[in-house]
């Protein structure tokens, strides 16, 4: 928090830090879950339906540790490892259930007169109640429910576009950015602090969020052996060196070469879009691979239906390729080229090197199909 704040922490009252630091240690209170209460959950219905909605988890553990508890009612696996196996998947089921609602179960804590893990944050009295409530308050909120949040968001997002179009002529705002309105109805300080501090903010957050979703798709690539191994090195941290050099120096090659930001979104999207025109021819086939999975469809439609959507899906991704692709320069049309050759290329010669095995890649498609074909059973 003195890292956050710098010299600010010292304008801090005695509440305001006492608040800080016990959000810190006790936002995660909700974590602690006492065996009576995991076996009152277990024995409510609703605890059951979640159970069966674990089916379609994103995660493959968890859905087969749903089907697997749930299964044990019918037929118990007498594997010498059963004990662990079960223990092992009612952790997870256990982590799943209570991990979405720890705020609300911290806070409960916080505030609970009768103390459940008999905590004293009142210090005998000495904080006062409503400093204890506003602690729970505080706690439960960094759960907030993403949908709400992004509902608000898009809603003040939408009122800011409103204020934006009706400040100025609707020549004058039209494809400009918040900055033409914020000259306007700012004066020139805080007009420059917003233009500054909402550029500096965007490259931030943009920046950093590169950098956390990048390590493990890079990491795990390198795994598979598509990447060469020096790419797997690591600190002693956990830190993958090598994999973030390699973005550093990517991610300077369109300023050092100038760049547009037109130019980067096309050399990202056309590789994409190539990728996407794949999917969706692979896609017809779909129902003749698979006509016991087809009938279960749960979006009805017939199969000529099917047939248009994705050869309709395939033609507008050859449009986006083609128009992206025209209005490159012949400079940056030949850096778009170079970098699809070299994904391709790349990808052959791992193969041919045996970096990569065919027969696992099929092992992993195979698994994928099987665990797709189990989840439209159940469903």
């Given at each position: 928090?003195?890292?956050l704040?710098g010299?600010?922490?010292?304008?801090?009252s005695?509440?305001?830090?006492?608040?800080?630091?016990?959000?810190?240690?006790?936002?995660?209170?909700?974590?602690v879950?006492?065996?009576s209460e995991?076996?009152?959950?277990?024995?409510?219905?609703?605890?059951?339906?979640?159970?069966t909605?674990l089916?379609?988890n994103?995660?493959?553990?968890?859905r087969?540790?749903?089907?697997?508890?749930?299964?044990?009612?019918?037929?118990?696996?007498?594997?010498?490892?059963?004990?662990?196996?079960?223990?092992?998947?009612?952790?997870?089921?256990?982590?799943?259930?209570?991990?979405?609602?720890?705020?609300?179960?911290?806070r409960?804590?916080?505030?609970?007169?009768?103390?459940?893990l008999?905590?004293?944050?009142?210090?005998?009295?000495l904080?006062?109640?409503?400093?204890?409530?506003?602690l729970?308050?505080?706690?439960?909120?960094?759960n907030a429910?993403?949908?709400l949040?992004?509902?608000?968001?898009?809603?003040?997002?939408a009122?800011?576009?409103?204020?934006?179009?009706?400040v100025?002529?609707?020549?004058?705002?039209a494809?400009?950015?918040?900055?033409?309105?914020a000259?306007?109805?700012m004066?020139?300080?805080?007009?420059?602090?917003f233009?500054?501090?909402?550029?500096?903010c965007?490259?931030?957050?943009?920046?950093l969020?590169t950098?956390?979703?990048?390590?493990?798709?890079?990491?795990?690539?390198a795994?598979?052996?598509?990447?060469?191994?020096v790419?797997?090195?690591?600190?002693?941290?956990?830190?993958?060196?090598v994999s973030?050099?390699?973005?550093?120096?990517?991610?300077?090659f369109?300023?050092?070469t100038?760049?547009?930001?037109?130019?980067?979104?096309?050399?990202?999207?056309i590789?994409?879009?190539?990728?996407?025109?794949?999917?969706?021819?692979?896609?017809?086939?779909?129902?003749?691979?698979?006509?016991?999975q087809?009938?279960?469809?749960s979006?009805?439609?017939?199969?000529?239906?099917?047939?248009?959507?994705?050869?309709a899906?395939?033609?507008?991704?050859?449009?986006i390729?083609y128009?992206?692709f025209?209005?490159?320069?012949?400079?940056?049309?030949?850096?778009c080229?170079?970098?699809?050759?070299?994904?391709?290329?790349?990808s052959?010669?791992?193969?041919?090197?045996?970096?990569?095995?065919?027969?696992?890649?099929?092992?992993?498609?195979?698994?994928?199909?099987?665990?797709a074909?189990?989840?439209?059973?159940?469903?």
């Open positions: 928090m003195e890292m704040l010299d600010r922490v010292q304008n801090l005695p509440t305001d830090t006492w608040l800080l630091l016990h959000a810190a240690y006790a936002h995660d209170l909700g974590m879950v006492q065996w995991i076996e009152h959950v277990w024995e409510q219905p609703d605890f059951q339906q979640f159970l909605a089916y379609s994103k995660d493959r553990e968890i087969d540790a749903a089907r697997f508890i749930q299964s044990v009612q019918k037929e118990i696996d007498m594997n010498i490892l059963w004990p662990l196996k079960a223990h092992r998947y009612v952790d997870l089921i256990n982590t799943a259930y209570f991990r979405g609602r720890h705020a609300n179960m911290s409960r804590y916080i505030r609970s007169d009768s103390s459940e008999n905590l004293d944050l009142g210090h005998q009295g904080i006062q109640p409503r400093i204890i409530k506003l729970g308050n505080i706690c439960e909120i960094h429910q993403m949908l949040v992004t509902l608000i968001l898009a809603i003040i997002y009122l800011m576009a409103y204020v934006a179009a009706g100025l002529p609707y020549e004058q705002v494809g400009a950015n918040l900055s033409v309105t000259e306007q109805i004066p020139a300080g805080p007009y420059m602090f233009l500054v501090g909402g550029g500096v965007a490259i931030g957050s943009t920046l969020g950098i956390t979703i990048f390590r493990y798709p890079m990491l795990q690539v795994e598979d052996g598509w990447l060469p191994a790419f797997k090195k690591q600190t002693s941290a956990g830190y993958p060196y973030y050099i390699v973005l550093y120096v990517v991610s300077a369109p300023i050092v100038g760049m547009s930001i037109d130019v980067i979104v096309s050399d990202i999207m590789p994409t879009m190539l990728m996407n025109l794949y999917m969706n021819l692979r896609c017809v086939t779909l129902p003749k691979k698979y006509p016991e087809w009938e279960k469809r979006i009805r439609m017939p199969v000529w239906l099917w047939h248009v959507c994705c050869v899906g395939g033609i507008c991704n050859v449009i390729i128009n992206l025209i209005n490159l320069s012949g400079k940056d049309a030949i850096i080229a170079v970098i699809v050759t070299a994904l391709v290329a790349l052959i010669l791992r193969l041919k090197q045996g970096a990569v095995k065919a027969e696992e890649l099929e092992k992993v498609r195979q698994a994928t199909i099987q665990d074909l189990a989840y439209s059973d159940e469903t």
